[in-house]
């Protein structure tokens, strides 16, 4: 079984930055395509940002390229999302997701992962 917890939310001003962490146990996730996710009350969840299983292929919503940047490490078992030019709509609880898949499509679909961790609380104040 695959644990995934993440590290990193909290508060932050507009225009600041984040760092999102996401440590998997129980299992290595090398040959997993990793994405991250968010959720506001109210909406479905939302993908952000998504990598394939050796980091060549990256694909991001549209409302954060450029800000935010999605990064692996396999030898950690870790994956990460750097968030830059923070603005207020980006607060939401961020998940991150493993696929059971591993190729160099990117799916966007959050039923398309089969592993979740239990999310950290991103504020962004204006």
């Known amino acids: 079984q695959v644990q995934l917890v993440e590290s990193g939310g909290g508060l932050a001003q507009t225009g600041g930055s984040l760092r999102l962490s996401c440590a998997a146990s129980g299992r290595t996730l090398s040959f997993n395509n990793l994405a991250w996710f968010r959720q506001v009350p109210g909406k479905e969840r939302e993908f952000v940002a998504g990598?394939?299983?050796?980091?060549?292929?990256?694909l991001y919503v549209h409302s954060v390229k450029g800000r935010f940047t999605i990064s692996r490490d396999n030898a950690e078992n870790t994956v990460h999302l750097q968030m830059n030019s923070l603005k207020p709509e980006d607060t939401a609880v961020y998940y991150c997701a493993a696929a059971a898949y591993s190729g160099d499509y990117i799916y966007t679909e959050h039923n398309e992962y089969q592993y979740w961790g239990q999310g950290t609380q991103v504020t962004v104040s204006s």
């Open positions: 990598i394939n299983w050796e980091g060549g292929r990256i």
